[in-house]
């Protein structure tokens, strides 16, 4: 079966860092995304792991170790427009995405 | 970027009826399409994947003859939700890559059935 874990919510203070976990057990793999959903839009892409290691892109970094079945995105220097869902997302090997239930994260000021 | 259009953006209708939504990819072919569904305050769930000219692969739990899906062309799939019910109503958002893209979203539709 397919199952992707992450918080389901989360709160952090504006300019700080936080780290947003994904545990996922799937029938195969094929890659990891993270995506940044507001409420009421539809999800765009943050980030890209297919093999272990750090991946960081300005604000954003995300992780990956595949033996541990196991991610994470970390967001520096929080800005209150940062406050959306953060999906994680699994490609099997059939090329299917399944997506985890997101996590909100509120960011105080 | 990779950019994928959907339409309309918002559509009401009444129960008994049939809406359309239409998925385009922009500036790439895609290969495959996915069509997701999003109830309030949740996540995304797979529906359909979509490949095109070939029948699609439904979900466990999704109806095939309720939605309908059509990938005609390496730019285009269609959804549509036959005999609508309020309980049909969601955001409904489609999804397009090529063989080696990440996945790209098109903006979603919210679907309200009276």
């Known amino acids: 079966g397919q199952n992707i874990d992450q918080p389901t919510e989360m709160t952090a203070t504006e300019g700080a860092i936080v780290q947003i976990n994904c545990t996922y057990q799937t029938s195969g793999f094929n890659g990891l995304f993270w995506y940044q959903q507001h409420a009421g839009e539809a999800p765009t892409f943050l980030s890209y792991?297919?093999?272990?290691g750090l991946e960081e892109k300005g604000r954003f970094s995300s992780f990956l170790s595949r033996s541990k079945g196991y991610s994470y995105l970390l967001l520096k220097e929080l800005q209150m427009e940062d406050s959306a869902s953060y999906l994680c997302a699994v490609r099997d090997y059939g090329d299917k995405i399944i997506f985890g239930k997101g996590t909100r994260l509120h960011i105080l000021p | 970027g990779a950019v994928v259009s959907q339409h309309p953006s918002w559509v009401i209708c009444k129960s008994g009826t049939s809406v359309k939504i239409e998925c385009r990819s922009l500036d790439f072919q895609a290969t495959t399409m996915f069509w997701y569904r999003q109830f309030p305050k949740q996540s995304l769930m797979l529906m359909a994947t979509s490949n095109e000219g070939s029948k699609a692969t439904y979900e466990q739990g999704v109806e095939k003859d309720k939605f309908l899906i059509n990938h005609a062309s390496l730019t285009l799939s269609t959804l549509t939700v036959t005999s609508a019910h309020p309980e049909d109503s969601s955001f409904y958002i489609c999804?397009?890559?090529?063989?080696?893209?990440?996945?790209?979203f098109g903006n979603g539709t919210r679907l309200t059935v009276t």
């Open positions: 792991n297919v093999l272990d």
């Open positions: 999804s397009a890559r090529d063989r080696i893209s990440p996945l790209h």
